[in-house]
């Protein structure tokens, strides 16, 4: 929730109300000091990163430094970038009108310093919530010298203005971020000669725009990012830039499985429809994830996302939708059934290594069978199951699948004794039937993959 905005709106009295001015660095390192010794979050949102990557950013931030987040696909480092304009002030003074954030106290485009000596205390004074303060880039082939730095404005010459007048100058995105931060995704796909335009940014904090005799002081913390120089063949950061950068910081994919958990409950969007997962079912998806990332068969080099695993986490809830959308349930929850369709959704978001062409579907049905079995180890591993398995010694069978109800699949098991243990074990009420299903159908495939049951193509469970 946004505090009100501050009423001082002249310059005059801004300096009655004792503000006082601070760089864009000393302001994120005087408010980080803060949370620091308060204990609050620091950037909120954050999973897996807490003894690793943020120390170093802490470190980075109170020193004042531009950074470069280093890391594979999917390491959030975007999602890190954006929560440092957090540690900005809620509110700051701008020169009212000004394109470029000036301070009311220490203005520096050619408009603004005309104006404070035109109009002294009287300075018109407008106010900025930090979420104006940021600025982002997503580095692209096509991206201009123009588009960063900025150009001349023809419009602005046809109404009679000289080449030569500075206010003629259309300001780029990183002017316009002037006492904010600006971050520009995937540096090295900038094309070289665009990269030399960022130099004098970072080193002698002003642009130069079309040989004109501006300097203009900027105030900005320039964050970037980009893929390991050793996978992207798209381009590198040119060596003087990379050089200019205080600080370059690794990221990595969530260390442990705890912390991928974490980042399927936060990220993920799985309550369309109603749907409910089960925490078990979202651990298989996390560890089906990390057993993809450490395959041989995958390019180490490209990594496997954390999207892979949100996406597989929401595939898996929309199989429970639609279950209860053909079959009438009232509460969609989500199955072991519904976990093959994530193979062939997800198959696009991985890169294979060259001899596993033609096997790609195989491996990964491989890998989603262990993480299943590692979860029910886990979950169910001491379990007693021999009521479960007693149903069996008769020779009775269990036909499961995508698009039996929960209500029909209990009526054909008939009553489990210590279903309800099962459950508990599981993290579930068991309250509905869409929950008793859900345990009874883990604990089968469980008992499938560890030998103790068959299994034949259409989900028919037997002794």
């Not at 204990?39 to 950074?67: K, M, S, W, Y």
């Not at 929560?83 to 020169?95: K, M, Y």
Request: with cysteine; charged share 30%; hydrophobic share 40%.
């Amino acid at each position: 929730m946004r505090a009100s905005t501050p009423r001082e709106s002249t310059l005059g009295e801004l300096r009655t109300s004792g503000h006082q001015y601070e760089t864009v660095k000393e302001e994120i390192r005087r408010n980080l000091l803060h949370r620091l010794r308060s204990g609050q979050p620091r950037f909120p949102g954050i999973v897996g990163f807490d003894d690793t990557v943020l120390p170093h950013l802490e470190r980075a931030l109170l020193a004042g430094h531009d950074l470069v987040l280093l890391g594979e696909r999917g390491q959030g480092k975007t999602r890190l970038i954006r929560t440092i304009a957090g540690l900005l002030d809620e509110w700051t003074p701008v020169v009212e009108g000004c394109e470029i954030n000036d301070h009311p106290y220490a203005p520096v485009c050619v408009r603004c310093l005309r104006l404070s000596d035109e109009l002294g205390d009287s300075l018109p004074v407008a106010w900025r919530h930090r979420d104006e303060r940021y600025g982002e880039k997503l580095a692209t082939p096509d991206t201009s010298v123009g588009d960063l730095i900025g150009d001349v404005d023809p419009v602005k010459v046809a109404e009679g203005r000289t080449l030569g007048d500075p206010e003629t100058v259309h300001y780029g995105l990183v002017p316009r971020t002037n006492r904010g931060v600006f971050a520009v995704n995937e540096l090295p796909d900038l094309a070289e000669r665009i990269q030399v335009s960022l130099l004098n940014v970072l080193e002698e904090r002003d642009v130069q725009i079309r040989g004109y005799a501006l300097r203009l002081p900027l105030d900005v913390l320039l964050v970037a990012s980009a893929n390991p120089e050793d996978y992207t063949n798209r381009g590198r950061i040119i060596t003087p830039l990379k050089d200019r950068f205080g600080a370059e910081i690794r990221t990595h994919y969530p260390v442990e499985l705890s912390d991928e958990l974490d980042l399927v409950r936060q990220e993920a969007e799985l309550g369309a429809g109603g749907a409910e997962v089960p925490d078990h079912l979202l651990e298989v998806v996390a560890r089906f994830t990390r057993l993809v990332r450490d395959s041989t068969a995958v390019d180490a080099r490209s990594g496997v996302s954390a999207r892979f695993a949100l996406a597989g986490a929401e595939t898996v809830a929309a199989g429970a939708v639609r279950r209860a959308a053909l079959t009438g349930e009232d509460r969609p929850v989500a199955r072991v059934c519904d976990l093959p369709a994530v193979v062939p959704t997800l198959m696009g978001k991985v890169e294979f290594e060259v001899s596993e062409e033609g096997r790609e579907q195989e491996v990964l049905e491989h890998l989603l069978r262990r993480a299943v079995a590692e979860t029910y180890r886990r979950a169910l591993g001491g379990a007693d199951l021999s009521g479960l398995l007693e149903k069996f010694d008769s020779g009775e069978t269990v036909e499961s699948g995508e698009l039996v109800s929960a209500e029909e699949l209990l009526r054909r098991t008939g009553r489990v004794p210590g279903l309800a243990r099962i459950v508990e074990r599981l993290g579930m009420s068991g309250e509905s039937p869409g929950q008793a299903a859900a345990a009874l159908e883990f604990a089968l495939e469980g008992l499938f993959l560890t030998r103790r049951l068959s299994k034949d193509d259409t989900g028919t469970y037997s002794l």
